[in-house]
T-cell receptor, first 111, second 114 residues
Framework: EDQVTQSPEALRLQEGESSSLNCSYT??????LFWYRQDPGKGPEFLFT???AGEEKEKERLKATLTKKESFLHITAPKPEDSATYLC????????????FGQGTTLQVKP | NAGVMQNPRHLVRRRGQEARLRCSPM?????VYWYRQLPEEGLKFMVY????????ESGMPKERFSAEFPKEGPSILRIQQVVRGDSAAYFC????????????FGQGTRLTVV
């Protein structure tokens, strides 16, 4: 069964304290891995798509990396406005394009 | 440059009533996905539609739930005879294709069944 597991469930950081979020996946064949940000009461906001192991993408303080079994979302010198739930999702080759989501990591950055 | 539009944003229904949730995809997008987010749970796929076709409904509950995406107009997710357990946030996402294209999400409809 295709599965996505995110850790930790919750993360509290001080402003400026860098850290990483983990997304482990078990799928029959990876088409793409997606990172989204979700603020309370809002829909997921697209951040990155990664296609193959070794790929990296950056956006402001965020950097996403991909291996054959997991992806990391690195947050460098976070600010309070980075507080949100970060969602990881995979798209599997054999299916119709639907996304399989992890449970998310809720990040709180304190000033 | 309108994004994915969902309405209503909030919907309150009494048990046994019908709920209709609407989704207009981004301009140029012909693929629509519906997801449900139950309280304290992750997003779960429900159904994937193209214009006038249901492509994958493997995540839809077998009873009371239906979806359509007509040739003209928005996609509709319909829940008949709602029960308390249907209370959740329902999100629609659209993409230009079913390939590896990022899906863009709407702001969701929060359904409360009383």
């Amino acid at each position: 069964e295709d599965q996505v597991t995110q850790s930790p469930e919750a993360l509290r950081l001080q402003e400026g304290e860098s850290s990483s979020l983990n997304c482990s996946y078990t799928v029959s064949g990876l088409r793409g891995l997606f990172w989204y940000r979700q603020d309370p009461g809002k829909g997921p906001e697209f951040l990155f798509t990664l296609y193959s192991a070794g790929e990296e993408k950056e956006k402001e303080r965020l950097k996403a990396t991909l291996t054959k079994k997991e992806s990391f979302l690195h947050i460098t010198a976070p600010k309070p406005e980075d507080s949100a739930t970060y969602l990881c999702a995979v798209q599997v080759i054999s299916n119709t394009g639907k996304l399989i989501f992890g449970q998310g990591t809720t990040l709180q950055v304190k000033p | 440059n309108a994004g994915v539009m969902q309405n209503p944003r909030h919907l309150v229904r009494r048990r046994g009533q019908e709920a209709r949730l609407r989704c207009s995809p981004m301009k140029g997008h012909s693929h629509v996905y519906w997801y449900r987010q139950l309280p304290e749970e992750g997003l779960k796929f429900m159904v994937y539609l193209q214009k006038e076709n249901i492509i994958d409904e493997s995540g839809m509950p077998k009873e009371r739930f239906s979806a359509e995406f007509p040739k003209e107009g928005p996609s509709i997710l319909r829940i008949q005879q709602v029960v308390r357990g249907d209370s959740a946030a329902y999100f629609c996402a659209s993409s230009p294709s079913s390939g590896v294209y990022e899906a863009f999400f709407g702001q969701g409809t929060r359904l409360t069944v009383v």
